[in-house]
């Protein structure tokens, strides 16, 4: 077995605890520390979840030892962290998106390449059984040639059961910033890069009333688009109609569905790691539910397991700067468009992430 990869983690939310005890999974990691701006929640942490050793920002990013720093600070924070990350000389796995700007972006990408480190990002669920199984069936040809696909992420905003909604409605959040990666992402992973765009975007309503036990009667207010509807031309040829909403009751539309030649693939919710396949080809009369090909008892840190083994093994690993970075293009697009009214071309590129293989043990992420 490779030599572990010791990692400390920077930021401990609300996602912490599902990081730590997924990464766990994977004997190439060795979370060694963590730490926090609130060194109180670090050292609750710490005894929480059994992390080794609780200390300051600066202490992780001095420690010779840690090889990876897991960035889960919020949004607005992910690119300051990151960079501070990669001076110091690590490699580092950031939670989404990977920046709020392009230019934070760039800036990151740029500085990893120039001290010769990884970048590595969120969302990795696309790592899993459900995604990896729908990957696999469009490449042996399943469905065909794929000419269009939907994604739909709609419900009501998270005012009604977060504990603390507002950055949810803060630059860096709503809707597509928030749960866009996932189904773009997903997209990128089961069709390529996109090429040009047309978005259309609004605030529907200035202020959110917190309905949660913590913060009920509290006014919210809203800094971002809280409906995105995009339409992404893909440079493979499929278009796809992309929907991100915190302003929807109810609906019965599917998360993402991939549309071609032969038939028709229905996809599992991106942002989990299984989730219900199915297919109905040209002339069925009914869908065909399709056994998971991979594993789906994976989490989050699936990606910074197989940027661990990409690390030892000298290869490309899946959850990447560019790719992250090219989501965040498509994202800040959707937006210039909505307010320039017209396409849009999307200037970066990057290739669609390798497939797992088939057959791994649990733990393994190369066979």
Same mark, same amino acid.
């Given at each position: 077995?490779?030599?572990?990869?010791?990692?400390?983690?920077?930021?401990?939310?609300?996602?912490?605890?599902?990081?730590?005890?997924?990464?766990?999974?994977?004997?190439?990691?060795?979370?060694?520390?963590?730490?926090?701006?609130?060194?109180?929640?670090?050292?609750?942490?710490?005894?929480?979840?059994?992390?080794?050793?609780?200390?300051?920002?600066?202490?992780?990013?001095?420690?010779?030892?840690?090889?990876?720093?897991?960035?889960?600070?919020?949004?607005?924070?992910?690119?300051?962290?990151?960079?501070?990350?990669?001076?110091?000389?690590?490699?580092?796995?950031?939670?989404?998106?990977?920046?709020?700007?392009?230019?934070?972006?760039?800036?990151?990408?740029?500085?990893?390449?120039?001290?010769?480190?990884?970048?590595?990002?969120?969302?990795?669920?696309?790592l899993g059984g459900g995604l990896?199984?729908?990957?696999?069936?469009?490449?042996?040809?399943?469905?065909?040639?794929?000419?269009?696909?939907?994604?739909?992420?709609?419900?009501?905003?998270?005012?009604?059961?977060?504990?603390?909604?507002?950055?949810?409605?803060?630059?860096? +959040? #709503?809707? %597509?910033?928030?749960? !866009?990666?996932?189904?773009? =992402?997903?997209?990128? *992973?089961?069709?390529?890069?996109?090429? &040009?765009?047309?978005?259309?975007?609004?605030?529907?309503?200035?202020?959110?009333?917190?309905?949660?036990?913590?913060?009920?009667?509290?006014?919210?207010?809203?800094?971002?688009?809280?409906?995105? +509807? #995009?339409? %992404?031309?893909?440079? !493979?040829?499929?278009?796809? =109609?992309?929907?991100? *909403?915190?302003?929807?009751?109810?609906? &019965?539309?599917?998360?993402?569905?991939?549309?071609?030649?032969?038939?028709?693939?229905?996809?599992?919710?991106?942002?989990?790691?299984?989730?219900?396949?199915?297919v109905r080809r040209a002339g069925?009369?009914?869908?065909?539910?399709?056994?998971?090909?991979?594993?789906?008892?994976?989490?989050?840190?699936?990606?910074?397991?197989?940027?661990?083994?990409?690390?030892?093994?000298?290869?490309?690993?899946?959850?990447?700067?560019?790719?992250?970075f090219h989501v965040l293009d498509?994202?800040?697009?959707?937006?210039?468009?909505?307010?320039?009214?017209?396409?849009?071309?999307?200037?970066?590129?990057?290739?669609?992430?390798?497939?797992?293989?088939?057959?791994?043990?649990?733990?393994?992420?190369?066979?």
């Open positions: 077995m490779e030599e572990r990869v010791k990692v400390g983690i920077i930021g401990t939310g609300n996602i912490f605890g599902r990081y730590v005890e997924k990464c766990r999974a994977f004997p190439i990691l060795d979370i060694v520390a963590c730490a926090d701006i609130d060194q109180r929640k670090a050292r609750e942490k710490s005894e929480a979840f059994d992390v080794p050793r609780a200390c300051s920002v600066e202490d992780v990013l001095s420690d010779p030892d840690i090889e990876l720093v897991i960035n889960l600070t919020v949004p607005g924070a992910h690119a300051e962290v990151s960079l501070a990350a990669i001076e110091a000389g690590k490699h580092v796995y950031s939670e989404k998106p990977l920046a709020v700007t392009r230019e934070d972006g760039q800036q990151v990408l740029a500085a990893a390449r120039e001290k010769g480190v990884r970048v590595g990002c969120a969302p990795d669920t696309f990896q199984t729908c990957r696999k069936l469009i490449d042996e040809g399943w469905i065909g040639q794929p000419v269009a696909a939907t994604a739909f992420f709609v419900q009501h905003g998270p005012e009604s059961w977060h504990p603390n909604p507002d950055f949810f409605y803060q630059v860096g +959040a #709503g809707p %597509l910033f928030d749960m !866009g990666p996932y189904y773009l =992402t997903a997209l990128i *992973s089961l069709l390529g890069p996109v090429k &040009r765009l047309a978005g259309s975007a609004r605030i529907s309503f200035a202020e959110r009333i917190a309905t949660s036990e913590e913060q009920r009667g509290r006014r919210i207010p809203v800094e971002v688009p809280t409906h995105v +509807a #995009g339409v %992404l031309d893909f440079a !493979g040829g499929p278009i796809a =109609t992309l929907i991100t *909403s915190f302003d929807v009751w109810a609906s &019965r539309l599917p998360r993402i569905e991939v549309y071609g030649s032969e038939g028709t693939l229905s996809a599992p919710d991106p942002n989990v790691f299984g989730g219900p396949v199915r069925a009369e009914e869908w065909s539910d399709i056994p998971l090909t991979h594993s789906a008892e994976v989490g989050r840190g699936i990606g910074v397991a197989d940027m661990a083994y990409a690390l030892r093994r000298d290869r490309p690993h899946r959850a990447r700067g560019d790719v992250a498509v994202m800040q697009a959707l937006g210039e468009s909505s307010e320039m009214g017209r396409f849009v071309e999307v200037t970066s590129d990057c290739a669609r992430p390798a497939p797992l293989p088939m057959g791994l043990n649990p733990g393994e992420l190369d066979a």
